[in-house]
């Protein structure tokens, strides 16, 4: 039994207990607003949430920033420093922080020691926006998906080859000259090919582009 803060009065809330339906979503712990998630620093806010009967209704924690260090406590290294730089400068070339705060948030970058000093510097930024905009970023994403229709199609080439070679095997000694290879050669090419075609007509950010029309 519980006090239902729903219908003002005292009847069962069920198994759910607090994140029943009679409890505000606040009165969770780690909720959005609830007295946890405020307590905790951005770092943890990222932590998966606990499976409770209501999760999917408090929807995202809002996203962190972090550098890549699970822990804030752990002492950084240059290539977290780097990586942080790397966002601040993102950050000034696209009007989020003007040349003084990119100064002095950089000169701190180099000093911070620790995971939470660096998320402090990066707190108000939009991480995930910046980092997606970042050409680097984007040139790594273009060659991998290049990479991997490369290996598709060189997939599809040897599995052909293999089919024809079987069918010839089979053919000579047997006069069995009916052509099969062609069906499957042609049905794992057209993805083969779409996807080739796909890759090359890819936007900066790995996306579809629409097609021109003429």
Known sequence: MGSCRTHRGSHDVGQGGRSGPGWPLAALPWAPGGPGW???PPWQRTAPR???????????PPVGVGIGVADPSVRIGDRERQAAHAVLGRALAEGYLSVAEFDDRSARTWTATTGAEV?????????????????????AARAAARRESRRHLWSWLALSALMVLIWLVIAIPTGAWYPWPVWPVLGTGIGAVAHTVQDRRAGPNGEALPAVRR
């Open 119 to 139: 998320d402090r510097l990066l707190d108000d930024l939009p991480v995930a926006e910046l980092r997606r905009s970042d050409p680097s970023a984007r040139a």
């Open 38 to 40: 405020r307590a905790a």
């Open 50 to 60: 606990p499976s409770y009967d209501t999760a999917d209704t408090l929807g995202p």
